[in-house]
């Protein structure tokens, strides 16, 4: 599905076994590989912009007058490149609408479309990408703006692969009769020593297609043809072929662990959790969510562990599981393909209830095989003050609207009216409290939280049509027994340089709540951590539910852990966690939690590394 691009005068040489280690077959190096920067300064566009503020709704009365103002721009763009001495035949003109719905502060730059129709276009590019479109809502023209580009020299895309098809290859079975042919040298490959002919570039001729071993030579760079690699000569490039069988010389990815794949696969991972971070970026509207990034998004495997994550807020990340994990055992079988759940009560796997976590699971065949989710802190969902972070709260109902899980998408049909219902009638129930006070953004960043989740399933989806199910969800289990067993020898080195077995530590809150904790360490690399002695619950708000101790634990390990390990499930596989019940750790289901989420984790952590000695 890939080849190899070849860039500078030695990577010739190393090209044939890169591309193999990587189950790439076919690699092209540039003629002009060793100066292709300086060549691709010479084929540089001049570009001028133009552009023009618009504040205005597309509509049928709006499109002719923008069209026309389109055109202006255009004729001025083309008059200040044609003063530069380009001619017409070297200057395109492309025209854009700075487009977005009303009420968000996400643009698209919308291309030109066939008669003048932006808004198809503009519809169509908002579904790709963030998953769904307002079809009631207004649409805005910021901006207009045309680019015009000059160019000395056109360069035509696939031209290669066009000459490759046409091309009447000839093949050198005896290099040593033709013009190019420089000597025979020994060359040592795997396998041993082998005769390689040497030969000169710019003696070879488009079609003439050379076996390997063999070595290219030109003036400012050299090409090494491996065995089992041909180079097929044409205007431009070399192109290099495997003819190895597939499951010859190349590393194929398959079910068992290899460490290449594992990094190149650990990092697709985190980079498909930091795309849905940035889709959910750009298409929130709050403070919170939009400028503090106070959010975070994941991946999970079909059992709820997590996988891997963007770089986001450690907090969310260790509990998002929890919340996962509930919902796949509150739901069981009720699941369906585009099916979306929203949940943030502290028992369910949540933090505080601001931090709404929206999960999606993936589908393939009629089961789920992934999960993905995004969790953001949401300016307003309500309760007994503006923001939601009540200092005084008490008691759960006044930090505002809880939810044990419910699907705020129900087979694709958003489910706006039971959102409405939790986000503004229930909190207003209890005395004193009234429900959220900002309904349109909070609205606005849960479904850019959809979008985001509906960003990863489809990166997700081309990840397995690309490496196969199997070996995707193979490759997560990989990457978990990876971190478990670096938290193991961590655990292991401790015991051994603290000589003793049982770590003790404690602290306490402002408030003079203790939390206490005792970690006992086997041989095996495999503790205990016991928050035996830990104050119990106070009536006030710095009261942390379990998962925030579990966040805490996985993310100190994951500090102290030297290695570049991706924060993941299996941090935690060697630990088993003991909380008392009705504790500052583990408060009943009525408690208030704002502020634990905040304070106590922060002192989780400080007990958790000085107990380690750190």
């Not at 009769?177 to 490959?189: D, G, I, K």
């Not at 292991?492 to 970690?519: C, H, P, W």
Request: charged share 20%; proline share 5%; aromatic share 6%.
């Amino acid at each position: 599905k890939h080849a190899l691009a070849c860039f500078g005068g030695a990577g010739g040489q190393h090209a044939c076994a890169v591309a193999a280690n990587l189950g790439i077959r076919r690699v092209f190096v540039h003629r002009l590989a060793s100066v292709l920067s300086a060549y691709g300064l010479g084929l540089s566009e001049v570009v001028h912009e133009e552009q023009s503020p618009a504040a205005a709704t597309w509509s049928a009365e709006t499109q002719p007058p923008l069209l026309a103002r389109l055109e202006e721009l255009s004729s001025a763009g083309h008059s200040k490149l044609s003063q530069q001495g380009f001619s017409e035949s070297q200057i395109r003109v492309q025209r854009f609408l700075n487009m977005r719905y009303d009420g968000t502060d996400t643009s698209i730059m919308v291309p030109e479309a066939a008669a003048g129709d932006y808004l198809s276009r503009f519809e169509s590019m908002h579904q790709r990408e963030f998953g769904f479109v307002l079809r009631d809502r207004r649409v805005i023209v910021d901006d207009l703006r045309v680019r015009v580009v000059g160019r000395l020299a056109e360069v035509r895309a696939g031209q290669v692969y066009d000459e490759l098809e046409s091309l009447q290859c000839r093949l050198l079975d005896t290099p040593s009769t033709h013009r190019a042919f420089v000597e025979t040298v020994p060359v040592y490959f795997q396998g041993g020593s082998r005769p390689t002919a040497v030969l000169k570039l710019g003696h070879l001729e488009p079609g003439d297609v050379i076996p390997g071993p063999a070595i290219i030579l030109d003036r400012n760079s050299t090409v090494l043809v491996e065995p089992g690699w041909t180079a097929t000569v044409t205007s431009t490039q070399l192109v290099l072929d495997s003819t190895l069988a597939a499951n010859e010389g190349t590393r194929l990815v398959s079910t068992e662990v290899d460490p290449i794949h594992l990094s190149v696969l650990a990092n697709r991972f985190m980079s498909i959790a930091e795309q849905m971070g940035r889709t959910l970026e750009k298409t929130s509207v709050s403070t919170n969510i939009k400028e503090r990034l106070d959010f975070s998004c994941a991946l999970f495997d079909q059992h709820g562990n997590l996988v891997a994550n963007a770089p986001h807020i450690p907090v969310h990340l260790g509990s998002m599981s929890h919340a996962v994990k509930f919902q796949l055992e509150r739901f069981s079988d009720r699941l369906h393909e585009g099916d979306v759940i929203l949940v943030n009560h502290p028992q369910a796997g949540g933090t505080h209830l601001p931090d709404i976590t929206i999960i999606s699971p993936v589908f393939r065949d009629g089961r789920v095989i992934f999960f993905v989710a995004s969790r953001g802190h949401h300016a307003d969902i309500g309760g007994i003050s503006p923001g939601s972070m009540p200092p005084t709260s008490r008691e759960l109902f006044q930090e505002g609207a809880s939810s044990m899980g419910m699907k705020i998408v129900d087979a694709g049909e958003f489910q706006e009216s039971d959102v409405r219902r939790m986000l503004l009638e229930e909190p207003a129930q209890h005395p004193g409290c009234s429900g959220t006070r900002n309904y349109r953004d909070v609205l606005s960043d849960l479904k850019a939280q959809i979008a985001a989740n509906y960003r990863g399933i489809a990166l997700l989806g081309q990840l397995c049509a690309e490496y196969s199910l199997a070996v995707v969800q193979e490759y997560m289990a990989h990457i978990q027994r990876t971190a478990e067993a670096a938290v193991r020898a961590l655990l292991k080195e401790t015991r051994a340089k603290q000589g003793a077995s049982q770590l003790v530590g404690y602290d306490f809150m402002d408030d003079g709540s203790k939390i206490n904790l005792r970690i006992d360490i086997d041989e095996d690399g495999s503790a205990l951590f016991d928050f035996a002695g830990t104050s119990p619950e106070v009536y006030a708000n710095t009261n942390a539910p379990p998962s925030v101790t579990h966040s805490a634990i996985i993310y100190c390990l994951r500090c102290m852990v030297q290695s570049d390990l991706p924060l993941n499930q299996g941090c935690l596989a060697p630990v088993k966690v003991v909380i008392p019940e009705f504790s500052l750790l583990s408060p009943s289901p009525t408690a208030a939690v704002v502020g634990g989420n905040v304070l106590t984790s922060q002192r989780l952590c400080d007990v958790i590394l000085a107990t380690f000695g750190v």
